[in-house]
C-alpha cells in the first residue's frame, strides 16, 4: 500500500477485556515496530519484527501484551486483560530492512481508551 | 545516541520560511540527523534526515553545520498545514540503532 495503517483508529474498551490492534505495514517492507505514546509523552518502543520473527521484545510492558506477524506483512498487538494505564495512541512503524539506519515510516495510530 | 536541544515553541508567518533550530553537540562521527513531525492526533512524518551535507526534499532543506554539533531545519514556505511539533534526533547506525527516542521538540505554529 502508499502507506502504514492501523485499524481500528480509535478504540474504547472496558477494564479487564481483551484488544487486538492490527498493523499493515508498507508493501515490500520487511522491518515492523510497535511503539506507544501516552498523552503529552514521548515515543515508547514496544516491539521489533523482522520478517515473521521479533529479536527485540524488550519494551513490552508486562506478559499482558504480545505480539505476532504473519507472512512478513501484518502485525497483531494483543492486551490482555487492560488496564487504564495502557490507555495511549499505538503507533506502528516499517522500513524496508531494519535492524540499523533505515528511515520508519508510522501508521496514523490507534487510540485506546481504557474505561 | 546523542541528545539534542531545540526550542520548545516557535511561530512563523504563513509563507515565509520557517528556520527550526536544533543542538547536538555531543553528535559522534557515525550519528545521523533525522527530523519528524507530528500534527496532532496523527502519527509521527519522516521529514528529512543527513549525515553532514546539506540535504534537500520535497517538503525541506537540512543545513548541518561544518562542525556538526548543529543543524537548521528549514521549510521554504510555511503553510497552516506545516503547524505541528517538529522532533530533531540523533541516531547511530548499524544494529540496534532502531529505537526511535523523540525529545519534547518544537511546536512551530503558523500564523495566517
Known amino acids: 500500500g502508499a502507506g502504514v495503517s492501523q485499524s481500528p483508529s480509535n478504540k474504547v474498551t472496558e477494564k479487564g477485556k481483551d484488544v487486538e490492534l492490527r498493523c499493515d505495514p508498507i508493501?515490500?517492507?520487511?522491518?515492523l515496530y510497535w511503539y506507544r505514546q501516552s498523552l503529552g509523552q514521548g515515543l515508547e518502543f514496544l516491539i521489533y519484527?523482522?520478517?515473521?520473527?521479533?529479536?527485540?521484545k524488550s519494551g513490552l510492558p508486562s506478559d499482558r501484551f504480545s505480539a505476532e506477524r504473519t507472512g512478513g506483512s501484518v502485525s497483531t498487538l494483543t492486551i490482555q486483560r487492560t488496564q487504564q494505564e495502557d490507555s495511549a495512541v499505538y503507533l506502528c512503524?516499517?522500513?524496508?530492512?531494519?535492524?540499523?539506519?533505515?528511515?520508519?515510516?508510522f501508521g496514523p495510530g490507534t487510540r485506546l481508551l481504557v474505561l | 545516541d546523542a541528545k539534542t536541544t531545540q526550542p520548545p515553541s516557535m511561530d512563523c508567518a504563513e509563507g515565509r520560511a520557517a528556520n527550526l533550530p536544533c543542538n547536538h553537540s555531543t553528535i559522534s562521527g557515525n550519528e545521523y540527523v533525522y527530523w519528524y513531525r507530528q500534527i496532532h492526533s496523527q502519527g509521527p512524518q519522516y521529514i528529512i534526515h543527513?549525515?553532514?551535507n546539506n540535504e534537500t526534499n520535497e517538503m525541506a532543506s537540512l543545513i548541518i553545520t561544518e562542525d556538526r554539533k548543529s543543524s537548521t531545519l528549514i521549510l521554504p514556505h510555511a503553510t497552516l498545514r506545516d503547524t505541528a511539533v517538529y522532533y530533531c534526533i540523533v541516531r547511530v547506525s548499524g544494529a540496534g540503532s532502531y529505537q526511535l527516542t523523540f525529545g519534547k521538540g518544537t511546536k512551530l505554529s503558523v500564523i495566517p
Open positions: 512503524a516499517s522500513s524496508s530492512q531494519g535492524g540499523g539506519q533505515e528511515t520508519q515510516y
Open positions: 543527513g549525515l553532514k
Open positions: 508493501s515490500g517492507h520487511t522491518a
Open positions: 519484527f523482522q520478517g515473521n520473527s521479533a529479536p527485540d
